[in-house]
């Protein structure tokens, strides 16, 4: 499947596919991710099998919208707010304290990483499923993030069940990680967003 935007008959493979505890491949604004439903764990270690990745690592979650967000996390402070408003959707990964239903989700886990991608394919795809994605860089572990949906092919064509391909990616550059689960921040990876930007807010 190919182009700037998701047709309607591909949107609905993609969806269902994830839905039925799927692996599929799609652009986003950084690189192209590799995601499952994060209802069902079976998907997101069959990822980590393809990725060679450690179980130690957990998948950040891509999410449709910040009211999407907010409810897995701790309630964020006027200042972090501030930070989403400017970066949300947008190429920022934030690491948060969870809230009793991130927790949930996350199987007990005390923080979540979460993002809301600017791009048209991503988000409809988060939109029509209307739950979080389990997603991280389509890669081997270790190795160059797929921008194109030609790298993609080549890395795991025919190992996951669908592979949306809507050509390079606009940023080709990982996302920006921070940690905003203590009371002093910390960027954790230096991407799209560079660390003078957001000295401000660190």
């Avoid at 270790?142 to 669908?162: I, S, W």
């Amino acid at each position: 499947m190919k182009g700037r935007r998701i047709g309607r008959t591909a949107l609905k493979q993609t969806v269902t596919a994830l839905a039925a505890g799927g692996v599929v491949i799609f652009p986003t604004d950084t690189v192209y991710g590799i995601a499952a439903s994060v209802f069902r764990p079976h998907a997101i270690r069959r990822i980590y099998r393809l990725k060679g990745r450690s179980y130690k690592k957990p998948f950040p979650f891509l999410v449709a919208n910040v009211e999407q967000a907010l409810a897995l996390v701790e309630p964020p402070s006027k200042k972090l707010r501030h930070l989403l408003d400017r970066y949300w959707p947008g190429p920022l990964t934030v690491v948060f304290n969870t809230s009793a239903l991130g927790r949930w989700t996350t199987g007990g886990k005390d923080t979540l990483a979460l993002r809301i991608p600017a791009h048209p394919v991503t988000q409809a795809i988060l939109k029509k499923m209307g739950q979080p994605l389990a997603v991280t860089s389509a890669n081997r572990s270790g190795h160059p993030e797929a921008v194109t949906g030609k790298e993609a092919e080549g890395l795991f064509g025919g190992r996951v069940d669908v592979l949306v391909d809507a050509g390079p990616c606009p940023g080709g550059v990982p996302s920006t990680v921070i940690n905003v689960a203590s009371t002093h921040w910390t960027l954790v990876r230096e991407g799209a967003i560079k660390k003078k930007e957001l000295l401000r807010f660190l």
